[in-house]
T-cell receptor, first 112, second 114 residues
């Protein structure tokens, strides 16, 4: 059974810092990994989708990497802003199932 | 529509009553998922629809929960004889090709059972 862990569970940083959020998974036979953002009281918004054949994806200040062999993905946020404050979740799509497994998320606060 | 919509946005009900939650996926998306998110918990998979195939109901927590998807589009999640532990945010997501593409989520329905 796929298990997805996100570390840290919570993070508070001053504005302007570069930061890294971690996602690890136990079954390396994945077909994709997706990073989401969730604002309080809202649904999830997709940030980046990495297919199993890819090593990284970039969108603006966000960069997500994937290392299947070690079962890890990182989400790098450059020059963080207060508007980045949200919960960030990763979801892993594993072989044989169309049902992704979600981590519990990292709650990020960027203070001015 | 432009995105996934869900209704109602909030639902307060009394223990023992039945509730229906609705999800309108993005037009043309063949796969639809229901999840539940309880306070401080991760997303819990409930049920998955793909086209005209039989749904994967493996995540439904009890036989009080059921869902249908009519015409391959709108889906309704029904909870019968609601219990307080059913209180949560119910999220719906759709995708064009299950397992391959981005999941697009609706804003959720916050269910409170008194």
């Amino acid at each position: 059974k796929q298990e997805v862990t996100q570390i840290p569970a919570a993070l508070s940083v001053p504005e302007g810092e570069n930061l890294v959020l971690n996602c690890s998974f136990t079954d390396s036979a994945i077909y994709n990994l997706q990073w989401f953002r969730q604002d309080p009281g809202k649904g999830l918004t997709s940030l980046l989708l990495i297919q199993s054949s890819q090593r990284e994806q970039t969108s603006g200040r966000l960069n997500a990497s994937l290392d299947k062999s070690s079962g890890r993905s990182t989400l790098y946020i450059a020059a963080s802003q207060p508007g980045d404050s949200a919960t960030y979740l990763c979801a892993v799509g594993a072989g044989g199932s169309y049902i992704p497994t979600f981590g519990r998320g990292t709650s990020l606060i960027v203070h001015p | 529509g432009a995105g996934v919509s869900q209704s109602p946005s909030n639902k307060v009900t009394e223990k023992g009553k039945d509730v229906e939650l609705r999800c309108d996926p993005i037009s043309g998306h063949t796969a639809l998922y229901w999840y539940r998110q309880s306070l401080g918990q991760g997303l819990e998979f409930l049920i998955y629809f793909q086209g005209n195939s039989a749904p994967d109901k493996s995540g439904l927590p009890s036989d009080r929960f059921s869902a249908e998807r009519t015409g391959g589009s709108v889906s309704t999640l029904t909870i019968q004889r609601t219990q307080q532990e059913d209180s949560a945010v119910y999220l719906c997501a759709s995708t064009g090709l299950a397992g391959q593409n981005t999941q697009y989520f609706g804003p959720g329905t916050r269910l409170t059972v008194l």
